[in-house]
Every structure is written in C-alpha cells, then in structure tokens.
C-alpha cells in the first residue's frame, strides 16, 4: 500500500509546464477562542508518526513563509493532524483565515524532539495562552504514563482560556487563572506554582509553554528549588532540520538547534535574553507586512489561495 | 614556441576540423559573454549569457582532438568532451548533448558550476600551452541549446516492477533517479523541503544557476516518470526501514547531503545580524527574501550596510556576492589562509574581485561586538601568518600575537564548513558511519552497512562538488540496477 502524504492537483508552475503540486487539505476548522482557531488537515504520514512535543512547519502558499506550530493532537486512522494557531502577524493571520475546505501548500514533520514521557511523579504543566495547545499533548501523554499531573492554565481574559475541557480531562487537577480576573483566579500561572510549592506538594517536573515572559518566570520561580524545569522554546525557523541554523539558542552556554535538539530545554540554563533578542531581528519586515495584510485582508487572502497551485 | 603536442591525434573518424593543430593551439579561448560588473552587482540575472553558436563553433575548433583523452578520464562522471566537440563542429547540436547525457543527466547545471579548473579543463592539453579548451562553456551551451528546443531524448526500457526510493533531491539523488528510470525501475524521491534541488536551489543563488534551469530538467525527469514527493522529512515523516516494510521499496538511496552548518563557536555568535550560509542563502534562494514583501520571509536589510562572510568557498563567495545584490555597501571576504588556498571556482574568484568585493586574507574573526540590544556591530578580527604544513598539507595559518583590530559590520554571515546531516544515521538501525558521521558507503558499489541501501553524494564524503555527487549517484544507481536485477548483495 502506498501512503500518500498529500492530495495531487494539477496546475501549471511559473514556466508554464503542467505538474502535480500535492496539498494539505484543511477538513475542518473553527475559532476556538478569539483570533485561536484550531485546523484539522488531512497529513496521514504526519499523523502516523506524531509525538506529544513534536511540531509540523507550514508554508501556505508559494510566496509563503516558512512557519512551526506545534501538533496538538492526530488521528493515525483519518490521517488528519491538529493545530491550534494564534493570530500573531501576517502569516497567522492569513492562516486564520482559511475555512474548511482551502488547503495549504506545504505541511512537514513530525519535527523536533518528542517530549520525554515517563513516569516522575507528580509534574506541573503550565499553559500560557496559545502555549496551553501545545502543552495539551503531553500532559496527556504523561497522565497516560502514570504521572499526577497538575496543571495551571493561564489567559489574559475569559475568552482567551482554551482546551479548558480536554485539559481537565488531562489533569489530576486543573487550575486556571485569567490576568484579569474576568474568569476562575485572578493573576499569573506563576502564582499558583508558587502556592503549590509552598504548601509542601512535591514536585518531581515543571513543564512550561507559552510566552517568553511566563517562561522565563516559572523558571525564576522554581531555580531556587532545583526543581527540574522544561520549557518549549519558540526561535525563528525555517527549515526545521538542522539545516539553517536559524533557531539556535543559547543553552549553558552552548549554541543548540531547537528545532532537532528541542523544542524541550532546561529552563535552568536557557539564555532567554538572546531568544528574546533574536526573535525581535525582524520586526520591522513583520509590521511591514502586517500593516500590508491589514489594508487589504481580504485580498492578501486570496492571493494565498490563488498562490496555492489550485487549478 | 608553438610545437604541436607531442600526442599524436589520431581521431577514428576523419576530423571536421580544418585546422592544423599548431593553428589551433595559437587559437585565443572563447571569452563568455557577460554581463557588465557593475549592472550584474545589483540584480539577480546570470552573470554569464552563455556562447552563442558562432562562439561555440570557434570554441570548439581549439579541441585537439588528443588520442588520450585526458580530459574524459579527469571528469568524474566520463564526459566524452572529444566526441560531443566534434558534433558541435558538425552542427549537431542536439546530438552533442545527447553524446554528454550518456554519462551526465544534468549538462546544464555541469557546465555552469563544475570546477573545470580541477577537472577536464585542468587536465586538458590545451592547458599547458596557454589556456585549456572551455569544456565547461560548451557543455553548457549545447545542454541550454537543448532544453531551448524541448529535446526529450531519453529511451525506456518495460517496467521491471522494482521500486527504488531516493533520499534527498540534491544531485546525487536527481542522479541515481535519472539513471534508474531509464532502466526501468519505478522511482520515487522524497525530499524534505518544499523544493526540489537539494544545494543547487537552496544554496546556489539565481546569479549562477537560475532556478528555471532546474526546473526544467526536473520537468524532463518527470516526463521520464520520476515520481517527486517534497516535505517528506525521511527519518522523522517515514523511516528507510518502514519505506522497504511497508511500502515496499526494494532499495533505497540515501544523498541527504552535509547539510548541517558549522559555527566557530567564538563570543557572539548569537548576535542578531550573525547567519550561518544556509540559512543567509536558504532565506534568499529558497524564500526568496530577496523579494520581500513580494515574498513573506525576510532577511535583514543590507542596504548600504557593511557586510562580511568568513570564509573562501563556492559558499562563502556565493554568499558575499548575494550581499552585494541585496545592497550592501562595503563586502567582504574573510580568510584565515592565503590565495592560493582559496576553494572556491577559479571563475568565482574573478567575477567576485570585479564586482568589488574586498577581500581580506590571512585574517581571521576572534569575536562578535554588538550594540545594547544585540545587533552585530563589528568583527574583532586577527591577523594571520603562514606557519607549518599541517594535516592538509598546506601551511598553517597562526595569529599574529598583537594584530586584533575591529572591523565594523552589521552582517556577519559563517561560510567555514558543514557537517553530516544525522537524520537518516539516527533512524536507520545498523547504518555504519564514520568517526565524523557520514555513511560508511563502497567507493565503487556505494553500499551501505545494511542491505538495499545506498548512499551517495555529500552524506558520503562530506562537502564536495555537485560532479562528484553525480558521479556517486551514477555508480549507485548500476550497483543498485544490479541489486535488482541478480537479488544478490
Ligand atoms: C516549535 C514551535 C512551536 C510553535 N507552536 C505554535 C502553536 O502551536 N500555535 C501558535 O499559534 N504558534 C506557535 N508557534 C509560534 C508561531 O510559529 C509564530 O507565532 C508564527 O511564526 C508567527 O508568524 P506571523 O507571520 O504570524 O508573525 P510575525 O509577524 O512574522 O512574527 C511575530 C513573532 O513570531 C515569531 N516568529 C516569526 N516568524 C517565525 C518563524 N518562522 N518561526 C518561529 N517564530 C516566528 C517572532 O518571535 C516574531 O516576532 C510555535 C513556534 C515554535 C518555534
Ligand atoms: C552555496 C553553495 C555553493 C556551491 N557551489 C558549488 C559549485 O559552484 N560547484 C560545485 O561543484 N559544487 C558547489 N557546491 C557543493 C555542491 O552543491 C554539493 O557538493 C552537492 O550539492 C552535493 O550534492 P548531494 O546530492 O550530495 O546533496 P545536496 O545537494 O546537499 O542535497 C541533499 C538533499 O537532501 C535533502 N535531505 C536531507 N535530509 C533529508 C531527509 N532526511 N529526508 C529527505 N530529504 C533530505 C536536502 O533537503 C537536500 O535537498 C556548493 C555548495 C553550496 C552550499
Ligand atoms: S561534467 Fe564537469 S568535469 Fe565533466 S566534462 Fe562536464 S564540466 Fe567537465
Ligand atoms: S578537450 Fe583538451 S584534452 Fe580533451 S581532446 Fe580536446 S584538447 Fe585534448
Ligand atoms: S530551523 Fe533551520 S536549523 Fe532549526
């Protein structure tokens, strides 16, 4: 049986010779939150292969970028994949424009390091807005393994709170807190694993996924301890194989790839700054292009299905 | 002064050429139309324009038609350069560029970036009575005449019903794929980025090799019936193992190329503004950042910026080069050796210096300097001295204790070496690699460790020419022919 990674169509490429352009199909898709939307695409060879901590690399369309989003969950038997995306600038944006039905150019992985999944004990994960998406599979995973896992949930607001239900069913316990406090307790996921940590629960693993701030806090929070502490870290990629050496951070000290020698560091001994630093190195070609994405969405939208080889 | 060779030519054929050697050898080479170093500077078409007929002819009445044929014997795939020459000179254009397709599927691509110098050219006889015949021009203009005229003249042979995968797109790969089908084998090739073309569409730039040129002898591959799939990351999507289990495949070839970029590891690597070469060239090439925002991948804006690349090879010049089109104002070349040392293609080397590149040689970078918020702004440099031969037999550059001086940059691109792609040595069970992680592969069978695969190109012999990894995929492709065909290993 041959397993075939995408759909073939035929189009015409750019010197006018008519070749088979395979694509990923998007058969469903819906806003989980606002400016969240969650996509389930048609990867079977991704699917079979999927890890909890594993990433896919999107690029929508031919003059697309090249962009990773973390697998929240697969289906080996649909051969369908799930990502939950957050609107951050141009190329999420058009992302999250895309319904049921359209289809993306360029859909590969499973990349980087699965998360380890074994039994320590009792493991906090921590979910930071869109981080809570990319946490989910392992928490999962590591109940699955026999772990008591406690989980903290953070959102700027209500409506920002996501997979609050498969969350609950991932965990032992679920807290949540909203920075607002417009839903559950009011402040940040660091303020519960303080209280946890202080009321004596041992702690055997911290995992942490979200914005660079909450990361960089959580491991302040538990440094002093020693208590082991991952968090999922985010660099610009491109290639997402060790090719490009675009992703390095900085870790004790040493260059390391994240997207083969992670995403999964030791919060302890990453260099958050220098992240914090590289990934500012393109701001100004980001707010370029979005302020271009926002003058004219609509058309920015179709030329991305225009430029996705669709006859 | 000018004695004929002593080699007597003795064609089989009677020679088309009216010249008598001692007349041919006088012959001035053939200059490549170009464009103008300071318009090419600035914009992304070819630098060379390529032989018309008439200098192609004139060209080709230099050859000397030598008995010995050097020239054959010193290009890694065995051009026949003698006999494609002749067709030329009878006008047949097309069956001069068939002659080449018999031991090179990819002339187009051979003739633009082979070093020659090291090759046919440097060995032929012409050589070492001035200048050697353009071997390199002519393969090319006979490869472009073809692709100009759609000439598809490949024969096949009945299906055999045997299935062969490919492991990286890269010349190697496109190589094998090329020989296999030709014989009958059903061939897939999985590639893990979205293009197909491994180093010659990521790192080579549109200067040297326009993309279109690969694309059509893609097309011509395809019409010979390679199958393509991209974003298949072999060893991650799908292993060889389940490949040969479950979809079966009855061999596999493996030319995953060095991909991997090497840093110095000196203070300030991670400084916004420092790139590695592929990820510098993989933004321009792949993702065509270049164009942005035409294109959505950015690169950091070189316009009127000083940049520097470290480094002396085809990357590191293709890199300072893709620097000067992108708008840099001063750019620079970074060199721990001296000239002579330089790797990169003769022609390279000539075209960079006329575009004004600034090389620094026996120089090295000690350290990056950045701003307050991390943006590269000079290169501590060190100056070098020639010392002992080591290892590779050249002499050994040593810093000149004293020599440090800052060299203001606000692009730093690394072009000092690549590493094995580990991927495929990770995920494979009882694949051999050597001490430095390549796969352990016969220099004549291009076997592996583990039976049905076979492994060719830069994942073999660590960074070296597109010819060489032809060459390789050449050889794998009749060793695995031969697998197949007789079941034994
Ligand atoms: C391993 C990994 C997993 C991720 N998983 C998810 C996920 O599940 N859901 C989700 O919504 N987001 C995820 N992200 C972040 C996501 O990749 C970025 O939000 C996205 O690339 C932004 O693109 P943009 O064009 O919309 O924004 P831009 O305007 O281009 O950039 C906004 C910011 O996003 C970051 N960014 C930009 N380009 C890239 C790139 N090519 N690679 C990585 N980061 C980039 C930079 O910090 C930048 O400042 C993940 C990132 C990594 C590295
Ligand atoms: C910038 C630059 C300029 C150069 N200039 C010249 C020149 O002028 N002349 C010359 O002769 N040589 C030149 N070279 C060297 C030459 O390009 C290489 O030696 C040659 O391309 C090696 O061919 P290959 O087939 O072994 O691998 P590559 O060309 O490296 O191709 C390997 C392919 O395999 C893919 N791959 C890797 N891992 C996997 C996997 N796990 N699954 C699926 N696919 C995978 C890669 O994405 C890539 O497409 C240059 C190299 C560079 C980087
Ligand atoms: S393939 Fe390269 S080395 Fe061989 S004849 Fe052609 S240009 Fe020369
Ligand atoms: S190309 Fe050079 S070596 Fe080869 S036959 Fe002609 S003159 Fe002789
Ligand atoms: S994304 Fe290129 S090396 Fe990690």
Not at chain 2, 275 to 303: G, Q, W
Request: include cysteine; charged fraction near 25%.
């Amino acid at each position: 049986m041959r397993v075939t990674a995408a759909m073939p169509r035929i189009t015409e490429n750019e010197f006018g010779s008519v070749c088979e352009v395979q694509v990923f199909n998007i058969v469903d898709a819906e806003f989980i939150a606002p400016g969240i939307k969650r996509f389930v695409i048609e990867a079977p060879r991704i699917a079979r292969k999927q890890r909890p901590g594993q990433f896919v690399i999107l690029r929508l369309c031919e003059h697309g970028e090249r962009v990773p989003v973390t697998i929240e969950r697969s289906d080996r038997q649909r051969g369908t994949i799930n990502i939950v995306v957050q609107s951050i600038g141009k190329t999420t944006h058009v992302l999250n424009s895309l319904v049921t039905g359209d289809s993306i150019l360029d859909v590969v992985g499973p990349l980087g390091k699965p998360s380890e999944i074994e039994k320590f004990g009792t493991v906090v994960v921590m979910g930071g807005g869109v981080g809570t998406a990319m946490a989910y599979p392992t928490a999962a995973a590591l109940k699955r393994a026999g772990n008591r896992v406690i989980s903290i949930v953070g959102a700027r607001n209500k409506e920002l709170v996501i997979l609050e239900r498969e969350m609950r069913e991932a965990s032992d316990t679920l807290m949540i807190t909203t920075d607002d406090g417009s839903y559950a307790d009011k402040g940040f996921v660091t303020d519960k694993l303080r209280e946890l940590m202080e009321s004596g629960t041992r702690i055997d693993l911290v995992l942490a996924v979200g914005p660079i701030p909450m990361m960089r806090a959580v491991a302040d929070t538990t440094r002093k301890e020693g208590i082991r502490t991952l968090v999922s870290l985010n660099p610009i990629m491109i290639d997402g194989t060790g090719m490009c050496g675009g992703c390095r951070v900085l870790v004790d000290g040493k260059s390391q790839f994240a997207c083969v020698d992670g995403p999964e560091f030791d919060a302890h001994l990453v260099n958050f700054d220098v992240l914090v630093q590289r990934n500012s190195m393109y701001r100004e070609a980001e707010q370029k292009s979005m302020a271009e994405f926002r003058r004219d969405a609509e058309s920015q939208v179709e030329a991305c299905r225009a430029g996705m080889g669709k006859p | 002064m000018s004695d004929a060779p002593k080699q007597p030519a003795k064609p089989s054929t009677p020679s088309l050429n009216p010249f008598p050697l001692r007349e041919r050898i006088k012959m001035p080479r053939q200059h490549m139309p170009e464009q103008s170093a300071e318009e090419r500077a600035r914009n992304y078409g070819e630098v060379n324009l390529g032989y018309s007929a008439e200098l192609a002819r004139q060209e080709a009445l230099r050859c000397l038609e030598c008995a010995k044929k050097v020239c054959t014997t010193n290009c890694p795939v065995g051009v026949k350069v003698g006999e494609f020459v002749q067709l030329i000179l009878a006008g047949d254009f097309a069956g001069a560029a068939a002659k080449i397709r018999e031991d090179n599927v990819l002339p187009a691509i051979t003739g633009r970036v082979c070093p020659q110098e090291d090759h046919c050219e440097g060995a032929c006889l012409l050589h070492k009575k001035g200048e050697s015949l353009g071997i390199g021009y002519l393969e090319r203009f006979v490869a472009d005449y073809e692709q100009r005229m759609g000439i598809h003249s490949f024969h096949k042979v009945p299906p055999t019903g045997k299935k062969v995968a490919i492991v990286g797109s890269g010349p190697s790969g496109l190589t094998a794929a090329g020989e296999l089908v030709q014989q009958g084998h059903n061939v897939h090739v999985f590639e893990a980025l979205h293009e197909l073309g491994g180093v010659l569409v990521y790192g080579i730039p549109e200067f040297r090799l326009p993309k279109q040129i690969i694309r059509e002898q893609l097309d011509y591959m395809r019409a010979m019936g390679v199958e393509f799939e991209t974003d298949v990351v072999v060893g991650r999507t799908v292993t060889i193992d389940e490949l040969m289990e479950e979809e079966g495949f009855d061999a596999v070839f493996v030319g995953t190329g060095a991909g991997l970029p090497v840093f110095m590891k000196i203070p300030g690597e991670h400084c916004n503004g420092v790139y590695s070469a592929n990820e510098f060239l993989t933004r321009i090439n792949l993702m065509h950042a270049y164009e942005f925002p035409k294109y959505d991948e950015p690169i950091v804006d070189c316009r009127s910026k000083d940049v520097a690349v470290i480094g002396a090879g085809n990357t590191a010049l293709d890199a300072i080069r893709s620097a000067l089109r992108l708008g840099a104002r001063k750019a620079f070349v970074i060199y721990r050796r001296s000239e002579a040392e330089m790797p990169a293609r003769a022609e390279e080397v000539k075209h960079a210096r006329e575009e004004g590149i600034d090389f620094q040689m026996l120089t090295a970078p000690v350290e990056f300097l950045s701003d307050s918020k991390g943006w590269l702004t000079a290169a501590r440099c060190v100056r070098m001295e020639l010392g002992e031969p080591d290892a590779s037999g050249r002499r050994r550059p040593v810093p000149i204790k004293g020599s440090e001086f800052d060299l203001p940059l606000s692009v730093a691109v690394m072009a000092i070496g690549t590493s094995a792609n580990p991927i495929i040595q990770s995920t494979t069970p009882g694949l051999k690699t050597n001490q430095r992680g390549y796969i352990d592969a016969d220099q004549t069978t291009q076997r592996t460790s583990r039976k049905g695969i076979f492994a060719g190109g830069d994942i073999v012999t660590g960074s070296a020419t597109v010819i060489l990894a032809m060459g390789a995929g050449r050889r794998a492709a009749k060793s695995i022919h031969e697998y197949l065909t007789t079941g034994v290993w």
